[in-house]
């Protein structure tokens, strides 16, 4: 561990969110606030492995709180998991005399992370992730925007569909984790939510959801798929099959990942950013900043990766019964 830091570089990992800039801009300027100088880190760990390190000052992260992505880019890197490269990527930021390391990023960049501060590099990670599944935190850089760009796109597509009085199967984003598909099935209506975290397979049952609730006068029915199930297409082939009822697919996709940040995800960003560097000049390492119970906290990394999460079981309830508008 550095017994005092004077540079500290920052890096963003994994797939990029809405908020990533306002968190390294924040990281920027409360640094030279306290006397540090900073250094970019362009594509992640990757960039750090071939060296693509760049000084920063206040002016190159000016005009840049708006933006979606990350000015830094990002990319995965699968290097990262073979030690050889962990201690590379350690020597490089060494010889660049970075000796305190920002990461913004998921729990496989927190690996990182962890793994670089055994070599004498102090180490904090933000996380940055629009799929909200990281154990420690209540609040990721990016979901927010994320959930609202999909929500968005749903109450468009509802629209179309009631009027040509169409099934529609949404599909979003989220392999492993399902909330930006709960908190849109509970703020779009959704009459069927599927998540990777507790769907069944069971497409019986959304055939006869769909057909009970035409018999009753429904005139459209939506189901938001998370992209963990996916098949999107083909399971609207089955069911129009099934019931008769023209069934469409649309996939949000990467549109999730873009766009000008909320007003949460940046003021969010920027208090984790800050607090990061604060972090660092109070001599601490291999820690993670996270949110809950309406406060900014920071976690052990070893503890924060040996956290599990799963959906929130009253909101996954919630949403069954709020949307469950056939037996009028």
Known sequence: MADKVNTIGVLTSGGDAPGMNAAIRAV?????ARGKKVKGIRRGYAGLLSGEIIDMDAHSVSETIQRGGTILQTARCLEMLDPEYQEKAAKNAIAAGIDGLVVIGGDGSFKGAQKISKFGINTIGLPGTIDLDIACTEYTIGFDTAVNTAMEAIDKVRDTSTSHERCSIIEVMGRGAGYIALWCGIANGAEDV??????????????????????KGKQHHIIINAEGIGHSTSMAKRIEAATGIETRATILGHMQRGGSPTCKDRVYASTMGAMAVDLLCEGKTNRVVGYRHGEFVDFDIDEALAMKKDVDE??????QSLNNDYKY
């Open 194 to 215: 599927l998540l990777p975290e507790r769907y069944d397979y069971d497409e019986q049952r959304l055939v006869n959801h769909i057909i009970e609730g035409r018999k």
């Open 28 to 32: 920027v300027r409360q640094a030279i």
């Open 314 to 319: 009253y909101q996954y309830q919630l949403c």
